[in-house]
């Protein structure tokens, strides 16, 4: 079901509701033309306790897998605005480094903040993402090159290295919740679950065909909704639900504020004639 990460909220519903509910209650049409009622009445006393048991544990598998999803998107989102504020507070720590290092960590952390925003961020949306070559090697690479002139700014390197190590960090379990989804065995107990819970509902006959038709459907579009919800949520970065890329537009917008505000600094400050002797 990965290809309805990159369909609309329609086009998901619409192929839940064909998928889950139309083929569901094909299978019990067929069951009802294949078994007599009368014969299929004879198995509630059974198939009701059998049915009860199963959709009790496939229940608990369900809320356990949705939780766990939840839990990786809410990960995933605490790391991208771990990042994007690691990102801020470097910059904001290389405006107190002497000339040429503030220009040169304020041009490579505005690069890398741009690149992905603009670049991977939908490289990740298309599934075409490969990791990037670069990261964050070059900040990496600005920051260690430079030598310290005095305590201050040996200070600052310091605290420079522990904003790299926290986008580094972050960076990696942002490709890792990018690359990873959840293990296999446990979509097979999902589908194969969801397969059978549906089919012991066959095992019930109404003598109002049209009712458990409306049960059934319902009963299996709403199983088809969950296992959706846990599809959208165990892919934080694909799908109509996704991790959001305004925390680093957020962060950029920051650091252009600092500009502004470093530059009215760097202004000559009008001199007040109502002053002079």
Not at 121 to 140: I, R, S, Y
Not at 203 to 219: D, E, K, P, T
Not at 237 to 258: C, F, K, W
Request: with cysteine.
């Amino acid at each position: 079901m990965n290809f309805l990460l990159y369909c609309s909220v329609a086009t998901q519903v619409i192929f839940v509701i064909v998928a889950f509910g139309g083929g569901s209650i094909a299978g019990l049409c067929l069951v009802r033309w294949l078994v007599p009622l009368d014969r299929l009445q004879k198995n509630h006393e059974v198939a009701g306790v059998t049915f009860g048991v199963l959709g009790a544990f496939y229940g608990l598998v369900l809320a356990f897998v949705i939780v766990a999803a939840w839990e990786r998107f809410n990960d995933a989102n605490a790391y991208a605005l771990t990042e994007a504020s690691a990102l801020e507070s470097l910059y904001k720590l290389g405006a107190a480094f002497s000339e040429p290092m503030r220009s040169q960590l304020d041009s490579a952390v505005l690069e890398y903040s741009h690149r992905v925003v603009d670049k991977e961020w939908p490289q990740m949306a298309d599934n075409t993402f490969e990791g990037g070559k670069v990261g964050a090697h070059e900040l990496w690479a600005t920051v260690l090159a430079y030598h310290p002139t005095d305590s201050r700014e040996q200070m600052l390197m310091d605290k420079s290295i522990d904003q790299l190590n926290l986008v580094s960090q972050a960076r990696g379990q942002r490709f890792n919740f990018y690359s990873e989804d959840l293990p296999s065995v446990v979509w097979t107990v999902i589908y194969l679950g969801c397969l059978m819970t549906i089919g012991f509902s066959y095992f019930f006959g109404s003598n109002v065909f049209r009712a458990q038709v409306l049960m059934c459907g319902f009963f299996s579009i709403l199983l088809g909704m969950t296992i959706l919800a846990i599809l959208e949520l165990a892919h934080p970065y694909q799908g109509v639900v996704t991790i959001s890329n305004e925390p680093y537009r957020y962060a950029l917008s920051r650091m252009e504020a600092a500009d502004t505000y470093k530059m009215a600094k760097a202004l000559p400050q009008p001199v007040n004639p109502a002053s002079d002797p």
